[in-house]
């Protein structure tokens, strides 16, 4: 039995339950990987939204739902709130009326998967004074627990929550840790980046069909050309730069820089740069307008 001792009392892994208020894209892609990993079994996952058109699949994955986030925060020590940024604050609000704050459990631990929403203002809620809040930012690859998250800790932070965080995502993943300064450019390189990296799959494909393949093979071809790719760099970490790597591929007059030549001219990389700053600003714009 897996225990760990906090200030705020014991919090035992084998009794983890999982609470989602919110059921739509990035709470179910994080149940999946989760329950994938085997870090929670699904009987020990429920999930609230108003409507059931997104608790369905919850429902299908075994999981329990109910339309009443007070059950959710009745039935689980660790609390996701997977709503949209700008509804976090009429979210908590309304579970405050329906709930003494003051009786939930102490080693209850909320995270935040909200873009841009900052901790002071999740800390605001007052869940609990001894309660654990957690910003983090992932992406949907967490599906198929090859999630990117990073993490960033409140005022209330045990070592045991830091422990608590690693058994959660280390699992379906990578997982750092981050200051809350930089939480909102790893929004645009990774929450939306995976979206970037989606649209560069596109168009190698569309290259591929472009020129006559048919397009599951030329889907294949750039899919399997990408997961290379980030596996080989993943390899070298440390040890050999992207650029290294870049350059290895390129023979002088060779196939591979003319295409590279293609990729500088139309600013390529200059305009990844740019999309991640976008995605970050507008990740702070979000987290403003949370507070209105
Ligand atoms: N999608 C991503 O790739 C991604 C990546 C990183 C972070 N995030 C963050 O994850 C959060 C959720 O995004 P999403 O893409 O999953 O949004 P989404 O698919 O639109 O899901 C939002 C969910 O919130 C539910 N909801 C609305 N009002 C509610 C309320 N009062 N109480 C409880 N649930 C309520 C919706 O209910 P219904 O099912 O009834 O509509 C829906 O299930 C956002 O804060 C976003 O910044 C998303």
């Given at each position: 039995m897996?225990?760990?001792?906090?200030?705020?009392g014991?919090?035992?892994?084998d009794?983890?339950?999982i609470?989602f208020?919110?059921?739509?894209?990035?709470?179910q892609?994080m149940?999946?990987g989760?329950i994938?990993?085997?870090v929670?079994?699904?009987?020990r996952?429920?999930a609230?939204?108003p409507?059931n058109r997104?608790?369905a699949?919850?429902k299908?994955l075994?999981?329990?739902?109910?339309?009443?986030?007070v059950d959710?925060?009745?039935?689980?020590?660790?609390?996701?709130?997977a709503?949209?940024?700008?509804?976090?604050?009429?979210?908590?609000?309304?579970?405050r009326?329906?709930v003494d704050f003051?009786t939930?459990?102490?080693?209850?631990?909320?995270?935040s998967?909200?873009?841009?929403?900052?901790?002071?203002?999740l800390e605001k809620?007052?869940?609990n004074?001894?309660?654990?809040v957690?910003?983090?930012?992932t992406?949907?690859?967490?599906?198929?627990?090859?999630?990117m998250t990073?993490?960033c800790?409140?005022s209330v932070?045990?070592?045991?929550?830091?422990e608590?965080l690693?058994m959660?995502?280390?699992?379906?993943g990578?997982h750092?840790?981050?200051?809350?300064?930089?939480?909102?450019v790893?929004?645009g390189?990774s929450?939306?980046?995976i979206?970037f990296m989606?649209?560069?799959?596109?168009?190698?494909s569309?290259?591929?069909?472009?020129?006559?393949l048919?397009?599951e093979?030329?889907?294949t071809?750039?899919?399997?050309?990408m997961l290379?790719?980030s596996?080989l760099?993943?390899?070298?970490?440390?040890?050999?730069?992207?650029?290294e790597?870049?350059?290895?591929v390129c023979?002088p007059?060779g196939?591979?820089?003319?295409g590279l030549y293609?990729?500088?001219k139309?600013?390529?990389k200059?305009?990844?740069?740019?999309?991640v700053?976008a995605?970050?600003k507008?990740s702070?714009?979000l987290?403003?307008a949370g507070?209105k």
């Amino acid at each position: 039995m897996i225990r760990f001792q906090c200030p705020n009392g014991q919090f035992s892994w084998d009794k983890v339950s999982i609470g989602f208020i919110g059921a739509g894209q990035m709470a179910q892609a994080m149940a999946k990987g989760w329950i994938k990993a085997g870090v929670v079994k699904p009987d020990r996952v429920v999930a609230s939204a108003p409507t059931n058109r997104n608790l369905a699949a919850f429902k299908e994955l075994g999981c329990s739902t109910t339309n009443s986030n007070v059950d959710v925060l009745k039935m689980s020590n660790i609390i996701i709130i997977a709503v949209k940024p700008h509804m976090i604050g009429s979210v908590v609000e309304d579970l405050r009326s329906n709930v003494d704050f003051g009786t939930i459990k102490k080693q209850t631990i909320f995270i935040s998967v909200a873009a841009g929403v900052p901790l002071a203002d999740l800390e605001k809620f007052h869940f609990n004074a001894v309660t654990s809040v957690v910003r983090i930012m992932t992406n949907v690859a967490f599906a198929e627990c090859q999630a990117m998250t990073a993490s960033c800790f409140g005022s209330v932070a045990y070592p045991c929550t830091k422990e608590v965080l690693t058994m959660l995502f280390e699992p379906v993943g990578s997982h750092i840790s981050l200051p809350e300064s930089l939480m909102n450019v790893f929004v645009g390189m990774s929450g939306s980046g995976i979206a970037f990296m989606f649209s560069l799959l596109e168009g190698m494909s569309d290259g591929g069909v472009r020129l006559g393949l048919p397009r599951e093979t030329s889907n294949t071809i750039a899919i399997q050309t990408m997961l290379g790719a980030s596996l080989l760099a993943q390899a070298n970490m440390g040890k050999r730069k992207l650029a290294e790597l870049r350059e290895s591929v390129c023979s002088p007059g060779g196939t591979t820089m003319a295409g590279l030549y293609t990729l500088e001219k139309n600013a390529v990389k200059a305009a990844l740069m740019e999309a991640v700053e976008a995605s970050c600003k507008r990740s702070e714009e979000l987290g403003c307008a949370g507070k209105k």
